[in-house]
């Protein structure tokens, strides 16, 4: 018995194991219960320091550095009471992942004991090498010195494990010289954007908001499962996250038997200890189901605050993995682990909200007034996307996603809006001045007459939209599913807050009588400019391609050319203008990313060049040599039934090692030359020759996993 043969018999006689019996769970008892959220700090801060601190949280005002003292001797008797021995700064540098150096509370009492310590320096300030991460540039191997600084806007939590705890402290991440290394850095400068330029907008109406304008956002996590033991057996999945060969199985999700389809009870079992992780996490899970794919799965929370929702969401994914293993599975959060299946997005559902009050800005308004606000940032954001369309792509741009992108489950690489038929006709009306009625009834002069009520479903569902209107909100559909959310809404804060710059600037110029026409003529000037980027209909299509050449509208493919849009004068100018990213820091994430893009695809090439030459030549060989004695064997004792055919299949399976081995001659010179495209296109022939390999040798002989047993044998 072969090692893909033992595998799956291990599985087959695998008992299911339940961790925990859930269901005497009490959600409302223990949600929360491992993060040093308000209520919490309100039972172990003083009064005034509570207040202090609640101030800089709910208005974004500066920390008073006289409070940090008792704010961390609070946090760590916390700690201490859930178990924790040490603490860490988690923080979220460029690799796309979290980072953390654990630090003990023990300090020695000179008496030959320990005691336990927390200082409001340690609290607020951490001292990690930052020449180790990746920079761009910035820092050089000589220059290590970096510093994380407490975001107290994210609350602090817990994180168990089977023999202790650590208290985690998100922090930002900066150069000793005060650059960005993070990406929490800029999206909390570019949230201080979005808030104030909101704010000017809806002084220019009469609204005074008391508190701050803040995006939310609601990030659906997508991803797979596939028993431990198959993944193990599975190289090209341990080291590149996917499958760099495999035939697609007869069955895959050609049935749609899947989606939403009943959830196996080890899957289930899974997801209610990661539900209840989350929950205790103080993290909103809402909905989990089956996607498209076999083995596919999707977990969506409610909507936050969004620097707290990006923080939650790479929370999300390392709580999914970890959960995965105690269940003998594993996590895949790849854009694409399987061909031929669909792959994992992260749908990036962003808005704008009214702090404290709730009031989210992208509601459709039941009065004239509040419809004129709406429509406002509803032609900001199209003016938005339209005119920066091109680093709205760059932040979704890498190798994992570029497997993805177009495909039958995820949006083109031209970024395009969706409004639905009732929206795109109240925008043709204004266009117009209003002329005609709509199709819901009632006139179209913006902030004179009535704007037809809206119902949060006045739009259909675009699947194929990568920007997509949804009733109250905007769902950037192409941002990938093992990529941080902070990029895509870094983007969109500030390209939206340039937007709404504009508007409020040329609003706070006009004297109130003329308040109505003016901004009915900026309104109408905004749409016939920039109405090019509004599409509701199929963007998977050929024909869409042909109308966005037309229209102008950018296709950048691949990452690489995706990227160099924020090189562009343009992008410089835009992030320095509004303070978010220099052009030092602008420059370093490029590099970086691009960087990052070359060696994923030099670690593929380099794995399937060692997989095709280690196992799949010689399991070939050893099939061509079974069939060429049993064609021997049968004309010694005069058979030649079958023996023509057999020599055939000899003949397909010799094609198809000399075309592997020239393959291999040919990546191991573009590989020392480090040809990218050359070596992302001989990783593609390889596949298809070990894919039509799969078909032709024995199943007893075949070494790995295959797809039919990867998606289905869990």
């Given at each position: 018995m072969n090692l893909r043969k033992h595998v799956i018999s291990n599985i087959a006689n695998k008992k299911?194991?339940?961790?925990?019996?859930?269901?005497?769970?009490?959600?409302?008892?223990?949600?929360?219960?491992?993060?040093?959220?308000?209520k919490t700090m309100k039972d172990y801060l003083p009064k005034p320091v509570y207040r202090k601190l609640m101030h800089t949280i709910r208005n974004g005002a500066t920390l008073d550095p006289t409070i940090a003292d008792d704010v961390s001797n609070a946090m760590k008797r916390w700690a201490l009471s859930k178990g924790a021995s040490h603490y860490t700064h988690w923080f979220q540098p460029l690799t796309g992942s979290t980072a953390e150096k654990h630090d003990s509370f023990i300090e020695p009492d000179l008496e030959g004991g320990v005691m336990m310590d927390f200082s409001g320096k340690s609290l607020v300030k951490g001292e990690p090498d930052a020449s180790s991460f990746p920079s761009g540039g910035i820092r050089a191997t000589f220059e290590a010195r970096g510093y994380t600084a407490w975001d107290p806007t994210s609350p602090a939590f817990i994180k168990h494990s089977a023999s202790g705890a650590v208290l985690c402290i998100p922090t930002a991440f900066c150069s000793y010289t005060g650059e960005a290394?993070?990406?929490?850095?800029?999206?909390?400068?570019?949230?201080?954007?979005?808030?104030?330029?909101?704010?000017?907008l809806l002084a220019c109406f009469g609204e005074k908001v008391d508190g701050k304008v803040v995006a939310t956002l609601g990030p659906e996590q997508e991803y797979f499962l596939i028993d431990k033991?198959?993944?193990?057996?599975r190289p090209d999945l341990i080291q590149t996250g996917r499958t760099l060969f495999g035939s697609v199985s007869a069955k895959h999700q050609q049935m749609e038997d899947h989606y939403f389809g009943a959830v196996k009870e080890r899957i289930l079992n899974f997801m209610n200890e990661a539900d209840q992780t989350l929950w205790k996490l103080g993290i909103p899970a809402k909905t989990r189901h089956n996607e498209v794919a076999p083995a596919q799965f999707e977990l969506a929370p409610i909507f936050e605050e969004l620097n707290l929702a990006v923080d939650h969401n790479m929370i999300v994914m390392e709580v999914l993995r970890v959960v995965a293993s105690h269940h003998g599975l594993v996590c895949l959060t790849h854009e694409k682990p399987f061909a031929g299946v669909n792959g994992s997005g992260k749908h990036n559902n962003w808005s704008l909200m009214v702090s404290p009050d709730g009031k989210n800005l992208l509601e459709p308004g039941k009065n004239p007034h509040e419809n004129a606000i709406f429509l406002t940032l509803l032609c900001a954001i199209i003016r938005a996307v339209d005119r920066h369309a091109d680093i709205l792509r760059a932040t979704v741009a890498h190798a994992g996603n570029d497997h993805r992108l177009g495909a039958n489950e995820a949006p083109p690489a031209i970024i395009s809006i969706f409004l639905g038929e009732q929206l795109t006709d109240v925008i043709g009306q204004i266009e117009k001045g209003g002329s005609r009625s709509s199709k819901s009834g009632g006139t179209m002069h913006v902030g004179v007459d009535t704007l037809p009520i809206l119902p949060k479903d006045a739009t259909d569902r675009?699947?194929?939209?990568?920007f997509a209107f949804t009733g109250n909100k905007f769902e950037f559909r192409a941002v990938g599913s093992n990529q941080s959310c902070a990029g895509p809404n870094i983007a969109l804060n500030t390209i939206v807050g340039?937007?709404?710059?504009?508007?409020a600037t040329e609003l706070e110029k006009v004297p109130a009588a003329k308040f109505n026409n003016s901004l009915q003529a900026i309104l109408q000037d905004i749409i016939k400019t920039h109405k090019r980027v509004i599409f509701n209909g199929d963007n998977y299509t050929a024909e869409w391609a042909k109308e966005a050449a037309k229209r102008g509208l950018p296709n950048f493919k691949k990452t690489p050319e995706a990227l160099d849009s924020l090189l562009s004068k343009k992008a410089e100018h835009l992030f320095a203008k509004y303070k978010v990213?220099?052009?030092?820091?602008?420059?370093?994430?490029?590099?970086v990313y691009i960087e990052e893009y070359k060696k994923t695809i030099i670690l593929e090439g380099t794995l399937a060049l060692n997989m095709v030459k280690t196992i799949f030549i010689p399991v070939a060989i050893r099939q061509q040599s079974i069939i060429a004695d049993n064609v021997i064997k049968l004309k010694a004792i005069g058979v030649s039934a079958g023996s023509e055919e057999q020599k055939k299949k000899a003949v397909i399976i010799g094609s198809l090692i000399s075309r592997l081995c020239g393959s291999g001659e040919k990546m191991e010179k573009f590989l020392e030359a480090y040809r990218t495209?050359?070596?992302?296109?001989?990783?593609?022939?390889?596949?298809?020759?070990?894919d039509k390999l799969e078909q032709e040798v024995d199943d007893d002989?075949?070494?790995l996993p295959k797809y039919g047993e990867m998606l289905f044998i869990y």
């Open positions: 299911l194991e339940v961790r925990k019996d859930g269901r005497d769970c009490d959600i409302t008892a223990i949600y929360g219960q491992d993060v040093f959220n308000l290394l993070d990406k929490k850095t800029p999206l909390l400068r570019s949230m201080q954007v979005i808030s104030a330029q909101t704010k000017r033991e198959l993944y193990l057996a675009n699947r194929t939209s990568p340039e937007s709404i710059d504009e508007i990213l220099s052009k030092t820091e602008l420059h370093s994430r490029h590099e495209d050359a070596i992302l296109k001989e990783t593609e022939n390889m596949r298809e020759a070990v002989l075949w070494p």
